[in-house]
Structure formats: C-alpha cells, structure tokens
C-alpha cells in the first residue's frame, strides 16, 4: 500500500526516504559532568527544573527537549502534526502531564528503555503512510522518579550492586518527516518480547540482552547484512554487564558485533569517577545520546549507517512483587547519513 | 508518501481502504450476565482465569481475544506482521506477560481507556504505510488490577460514588490488513490532551468528556461532517455522568450528537440491576464492546458509518497523591461497512 515495504519476519524498509529533520536533547547535571556533557543541548542544573515534583522535572525535560529538536528543524510547533511519546513510569505520566501543554495530538507508547526506538520506528511508519509532514518522537527519564517508581527512597541511601545501572536523567526529541533532512531512516525491525526467565531487577543489562540480540539478529538476516555493513550498532542500555551477554548471544547466533557495538548506557558515564556502576539506563538515556551523539556524527557524514537499538526491561513494581520474570524488548532503526562522498 | 492523506488539523484519511478482518471479545462473568452477554465470543466464570494472580489473569483475557480475533479472521498467529497492545497497569504488564507467548513483534501502547482507538488506528496507520498485510490491535483491563491500581483494596469494602465506573474485565482484539474484510477503516482523528482541571478520578467521565468534544469536533470539523452523518458515534466509557458532559460540550461546538451517540461503558452493563454506578469503563470496555456489539451491526450493513472514539483519563496513583488534575484523550477511529445497497 504505501511507502514500505516488509522484509524479512520482522523487519520493514522504506521505498521513499523519511527523515530525520531536527533533534534535542536535555539532561541534568551528572550527565552534563560526563564524556558526552558537550554534546547535549542543554544541561539543567537544578534536578527539580524548578518543578515541585519529580515527575513534574520529567515533564519539564521532555518539554525542553520537544523545542529544542522543533527549534533545530527551523519549524514552529504548529507545524508537528502529531506527537510519539512515552516515559518510564506508571500510567506514562511524565508525557501526559508534558506535551499536553504542547498542544499536539499524541499517541503514548510503552516500551520501557526501548521507547525511543519505538518512537523513531512509529514516527518513520505514520510519514511513510502519509500522516504528516513533521511529526515528533520524544522520550525522557529521571533518575529520581525512577528510583522512586521501581527502587528504594533515596533517603534510605541503599547500596547498589555493581550490575545495577543509573537512570539518566535527560529527554531527546527527533522532527521526522517526508522534507529532506540531514539523516534518514531506512528501515525499521520491529522487536518480540524475548524471556530467559531471569528476574534480577537490579541486573536490567542481562535481561535485555536476550531481546537485543533477538532483534539485531532478526534485522541482520532480513536485511541480508552482516555486523560490518553497520558503522556503529548502539543498544540503548545494556550497560558493561549486558554488553558482554550480547556480544556472546550475538556469536551463537554467528554474528561478530564486537568492533562495531556501541552502548549509550556505557558512553554517557565515566565508570571510573561517576559511580554509576553499569552505566547509564532509562528511555532518556538513549534519546538523549541519539540526538546529542548519535545524529550529528551521521549528519556530519562520519558514520554513514548507523543500527540504533533501544532496549526495555519490561517490568513493574507489581510483577517484581509477584515473582514475575524480567522480559526484554528491543526496537531495531536504521539511520543512514545523506550525505554523499 | 503513503496510502492516506492528512485532513484537516487532526486527522487522516485513508486513500486505499483498510479493513479489519476479525474480531475477538472475552469478558468476565457479570459482562457476561449484562444486557450485551449474548454478544461476546467468550465469557470467563473464573475472575482468575486459573491464574495466580489478577494481574496474570488480565494477560490470559489478552490471549484468548488475540487467538479469537486471529481465528475468525481465518489465519494463523504466524500471519500477524505485528501487534499493537496496551492495558491499564503500570508499565503495561497485562501486555507484556501476555502477548510475549504468542511470539509476535509488538509495539507497546498507553492511552488508558482510550488505548483501544490508538491502537486500531497506528495498526490502520501501520497497514497504509506498508507494514504488514495483517496486524493486530488489543487491548484488556480487569475489575480487579484496576481496583488494585488505582482504587482501595476489595477487601477494604469502600463505598463507591455514583459518579464512579466499574472497570470491565475484558479484551477485545482486532486483526487489521489490507487485504479485503467485512468492515473498512476509513479515517482517523488524533487525539489531543485535554486538560480542564478536574481532578476527582472516582468522576472519570466528567474528566474525559471535554477530551471527547475535543476529538470529536476536530473530526467533524477535518472531515466537513454533521452527526447525522454517522449512524453512531460511540465514546468508550464516558458513562451517564460524562456523556451528558460530553453532549452539552458538543452543543457549545455547534453539533448535536444526541440522537447517535452511544457510549460502552452505559451499554455494557445494567444500571438498575448490576449496581455499576455510572457504567463500565477500562481499556477492555471500549475493546470487547467493538469486537462484540459494534463490527458485527456494521459488517452485517445495520450501521453504514460509525465513529468509534475511546476516552482515557490519563492519570496514575502518583500523580493523584501530588494532587494533579486528571487530563483525558480521545482516539477517534471512522468504521464503515464494505455492504453495498
């Protein structure tokens, strides 16, 4: 029918080009301490944005980051046609009491850490169909609503094991639309919800690398690619524990990922000096390393395909409470540079 | 790009028709033992499913209306390109426990009770985009996660306002493709959120009926019609309380709806004898009534047109306890009949 095409069991391409035409990105303090602090837009100093709750600092960032991003597309908001968003918490509230202000239609998306890539996926499949010139894809996360939702007080100052990750505190926003832009998405693999029966809430990295690997597997075999048609393959949050899990699923499956493997969880902190054990982690994290790293270095022509692979731990308090396992999502997207050389 | 077209500021309109193809509706024993009971695939005399817990149960209901649907559409599981799901829970767990066994990709959805309109409408989207020749959109809520969620504990006995709704215990699934089905998808409106500050959640409707006027009249508006143009627009779970709300506010826009609205949260249950206050709600409301009352009435030709427009009241147990409003979305999904006379 329309502007793509399946391919594969899970994956879909884009016949005509849709493009990535603007991004933001906000994140707190820490972050902007990190390696990637010169990459982001803007780094905001106060963790409560000046808000009176943690939820409502989320929102404030995700709102930050939608102007940015609209900003940097040389458009006004009046000309976003509709809204994909989502964030970690219950009930999604960090986006319902955000973009509201925004004035836009929305759809909310679920799908944890994985948001972003799902965002970016839904936003290349509605301009593919025609829904719309300028549509946005935006997500966020903050340490302390997150902490608050799935962990222990922050008062209770509780230890965290080496395996546990910390939650960025930041949003990103991308415009995508049919109007030429400095990136563009080629294709998308749409992620299955992959179980190994683990249930270690504190090690996310381990329960999501089944899901990265089912997804980047997938999308090299419908795609007919091997790991070095790839500049870089960026998971979202695996982190140093999960990394290694899929560099090792990713060889049973008979692909090498080793040389071109990314993680934004693994850049967005120093180990070393920022004691946040595994790394970064949250729908914000990954978001916000897309549109401070990811994109420019493709705008740029440096990479010139990139696989962006965000992945969710699909859990809450009340499947932890219950004994539930912690299931994996991952949400495949190609970016590719468009610029010629 | 694709095969539909943006209509006016909030909608869609497809060029190629989409269809949906099946339907399946499963509901607990008191929709069952309501005034619609005849009309569900499945009725479930065990609340629990013979699930340990509710929150495993909601995900079995999920199931059971994901095979129904996929049956009477007369595929296999296999075939369904991708599924589009939501629920009620935090993090959407009744999605995430559930639909992962049936080893489908999936992009997860939030829209509250409004979930199942986002959720035809992106599979309607995703179809005109090329994504797939069958996708499937599902949605579920349980009396008792709900009442969990957001309410007192049901051993707590706590009165209930008339003003109250009775989350339906039920999912409703929809298998949606290109190729040729009994009912066709033929726009969609978007939703924005709609915030008048309300913010008693045991009022639900009142808080959601100016999201529904929103969606509503923007269609209206985007597509140049009057009421009279549809045999029905159907709200999802607005109730007695919200749907007078909702027809004084379209008044003030300038339409009358009174004469075809429906609403399925009043049609589901009845008042006088099953002590459900102002009428069922949750996103498997708005769901098992389409898959059981609605798609049959139009794919038999009894309706030619109708606007099937889910409400959600975006809200969770945390923004209640910071004191917040509790802002609405609507989804409105145009379904018309391939019978010709």
Redesign the interface.
Known sequence: ??????LGK?S?VF??P?FIQGWGSVVGKKEGEGPMGACFDQIEEDPALGA??W??AESRLQILAAKQAVEHAGLSMEEI??IFA?D??????AS??G??QL??????????CSTMG?AL??AA?????????HVLALTSSHFATAE??FRFPLEYGSQRPLSASWTVTGSGACVVG?RPGQVKITGIT??????YGLKDSQNMGACMAPAACQTISAHLRDFSRSPEDYDRIITGDLGYVGQQILLDLMEEEGFRIGKVHEDCGIRIFDRETQDTHAGGSGCGCSASVLAGWILPKIAAGEWKRVLFVPTGA??????FY?G?SV?G?A?AVVLETVQEN
């Open positions: 029918m329309g502007a793509a095409d399946v899970q879909l016949r005509e849709v009176e709750n939820e409502e046609r509709m989502g970690l918490l219950a009930q999604s509230i319902s009491f973009i509201g004035d836009r239609p929305v759809y909310g998306l679920f799908g944890a799902e996926s839904l499949v509605a301009v593919a169909a025609g829904a719309g010139t608050k939702e049919s749409t992620g299955k919800i992959t179980d699909l859990m809450s308090r009340m499947s219950e539930n299931p999502i949400q």
